[in-house]
T-cell receptor, first 117, second 115 residues
Framework: GAGVSQSPRYKVTKRGQDVALRCDPI?????LYWYRQALGQGPEFLTY????????KSGLPNDRFSAERPEGSISTLTIQRTEQRDSAMYRC???????????????FGSGTQLSVL | AQSVAQPEDQVNVAEGNPLTVKCTYS??????LFWYVQYPNRGLQFLLK????DNLVKGSYGFEAEFNKSQTSFHLKKPSALVSDSALYFC?????????????WGAGTKLIIKP
């Protein structure tokens, strides 16, 4: 697609429910990143993929958070047993990823605003 | 440890005046530096980057940034501000010694341009 697409745009859920957030990166982009952004703060790294391989998941807060990118394109970030502290904007970004320079020009989606009640 | 500081939460500038948004950094190796802009209800957009070479980097929308190694700074500038420049601006850095492709982000500076 023309840009990074994330869905849903808004998600309201009850504490304890599982949620799945979807990211559709720019076609042909190798690298895909998930970030969490609190209001008025910079993005907080969660995890990233090159193709379908999860290269780094060190930013995932705990084992309730997981991500996958099974075919090297669309990615899903899943949060199990949601808690109120999980409420935030979750942003996906992609990059060409062919070399160090292109890998660092990130294209961000508009994000999914998650609210856990 | 890598870190980025944006010392100003908010910067107010009159339209037509020059603007500066400050950023300082700390890395172990050589810095790769970036500026991103976030408009309301939009994703972050890449503005410019410094990898190596000329210390003055030109980017999108008439913005430029100056890399100053001695002051470990990478301030964003524009000679004449527009009301449409009002947005949230983020500075980010990557350490050349870091084997991961991770950017460290500043907390952001809200830029308000008044007509």
């Amino acid at each position: 697609g023309a840009g990074v697409s994330q869905s849903p745009r808004y998600k309201v859920t009850k504490r304890g429910q599982d949620v799945a957030l979807r990211c559709d990166p720019i076609s042909g982009h190798v690298s895909l990143y998930w970030y969490r952004q609190a209001l008025g703060q910079g993005p907080e790294f969660l995890t990233y993929f090159n193709y379908e391989a999860q290269q780094d998941k060190s930013g995932l807060p705990n084992d309730r958070f997981s991500a996958e990118r099974p075919e090297g394109s669309i990615s899903t970030l899943t949060i199990q047993r949601t808690e109120q502290r999980d409420s935030a904007m979750y942003r996906c970004a992609s990059s060409l990823g062919w070399d160090r320079e292109t890998n660092e020009k990130l294209f961000f989606g508009s994000g999914t605003q998650l609210s856990v009640l | 440890a890598q870190s980025v500081a944006q010392p100003e939460d908010q910067v107010n500038v009159a339209e037509g005046n020059p603007l500066t948004v400050k950023c300082t950094y700390s890395v172990s190796g050589n810095p790769y530096l970036f500026w991103y802009v976030q408009y309301p209800n939009r994703g972050l957009q890449f503005l410019l980057k410094y990898i190596t070479g000329d210390n003055l980097v030109k980017g999108s929308y008439g913005f430029e940034a100056e890399f100053n190694k001695s002051q470990t700074s990478f301030h964003l500038k524009k000679p004449s501000a527009l009301v449409s420049d009002s947005a949230l601006y983020f500075c980010a850095v990557r350490d050349s010694w870091d084997s991961n492709y991770q950017l460290i982000w500043g907390a952001g500076t809200k830029l308000i341009i008044k007509p």
